[in-house]
């Protein structure tokens, strides 16, 4: 029975590699320049016991979102440990230059010597363990017409020489749900955050309206800035963009950060009036101004009815950030240099 998986906004996103095996070299190269054409990376070995090797004993999931929970041992929340969630950090990633690297699919041909696709894939470990997401594996074949009793072992099953275009659109949709399934504890304790409730990362509505956005711009990667769903975007060379959001309690939160601060009247009263979302990319360093110019930190409103109201901004620079992009390894560079 299939079960429909929750439309959620994964909290990180990059492009991923795809490993594809097949014993034909010739094929091989021919096939793999054809996907890196639709912007994919691409990794291929002929040898599918070289393959199993590399995936059971030498490839290492990445795993960084785990670095963001802290454990509070005097807390408790729902019985167990409370587990805050270090937001901030996850879009440090940026800065990881391997993080391409990580893989999202194992494309095999089925038909191989020695070792069959179908035997490869019972055999090969897609996940460190039971908290990471699993790695999805897609099945070519000019042999078999149905996936008779290979469905445990598979997620997709396509015929050897058919349209490269629905591979291509399984190949991202796995990429796109291994990010998914990495996000849900963030998700959860973000939607249960009861000085949040953030929503749009679990508003079906919201999220095609995102997504929407991201194919638009040509946005490939994406990371979460703060607890109500804010986002820093990379497009392929690297070149930053930002997506502010605030429900009802994040309007409340930044009034409250204005007055804080001391801000004029008609700052306080452009948040009370929902004409104007604040954003401070870094309170600590916000601290430090002796001369604020709040317009600097302002940005126009605009609303997106879905399950809650949403406020929110795209745009396209910010004044005050420290995101070093000298130090950010493009995709396109990535793919350059593979």
Not at 59 to 78: D, E, I
Not at 141 to 165: I, Q, S, Y
Not at 262 to 273: F, K, S, Y
Not at 324 to 338: C, G, P, Q, T, V
Request: aromatic residues 14%; contains cysteine; glycine residues 4%.
């Amino acid at each position: 029975m299939n079960i429909e998986r929750p439309k959620i906004m994964p909290v990180f996103y990059f492009p991923t590699t795809t490993y594809l095996i097949d014993d034909n070299v010739a094929f091989l190269e021919l096939f793999k320049a054809e996907l890196e054409e639709e912007n994919l990376a691409i990794k291929i070995e002929s040898d599918p016991q070289k393959a199993l090797n590399f995936f059971n004993h030498e490839y290492k999931q990445n795993a960084f979102w785990l670095k963001c929970f802290t454990k509070l041992p005097l807390k408790v929340w729902g019985g167990s440990q409370e587990v805050v969630v270090d937001v901030f950090s996850i879009h440090k990633q940026m800065y990881n230059s391997k993080r391409f690297d990580e893989a999202t699919n194992i494309v095999s041909d089925y038909a191989m010597p020695e070792l069959t696709g179908l035997e490869l894939f019972m055999q090969v470990k897609t996940t460190d363990d039971q908290i990471n997401p699993r790695i999805q594996l897609i099945m070519l074949t000019g042999v078999l017409d149905t996936a008779v009793d290979v469905h445990e072992h598979l997620n997709a099953f396509f015929r050897k020489n058919g349209p490269v275009e629905k591979l291509i659109s399984k190949i991202l949709s796995g990429e796109r749900i291994y990010f998914e399934d990495a996000s849900l504890g963030i998700i959860y304790r973000l939607h249960n955050d009861p000085e949040n409730r953030t929503g749009c990362l679990t508003d079906e509505k919201f999220i095609s309206f995102f997504w929407g956005h991201v194919r638009d711009q040509k946005i490939v990667e994406q990371y979460l800035l703060d607890k109500q769903g804010s986002k820093v975007m990379l497009d392929k060379h690297a070149n930053l963009s930002w997506f502010f959001i605030r429900n009802d309690l994040g309007m409340e939160q930044s009034i409250n950060l204005a007055k804080k601060y001391n801000a004029p009247q008609g700052v306080i009263h452009a948040l009370e009036r929902h004409e104007k979302l604040l954003y401070i990319y870094d309170e600590n360093e916000f601290q430090k101004n002796t001369a604020v110019n709040w317009n600097d930190y302002l940005y126009p409103v605009q609303i997106f009815e879905g399950k809650q109201k949403y406020y929110y901004a795209f745009v396209s620079d910010i004044k005050h950030h420290s995101i070093e992009k000298d130090k950010i390894l493009s995709f396109a560079d990535y793919l350059e240099s593979n």
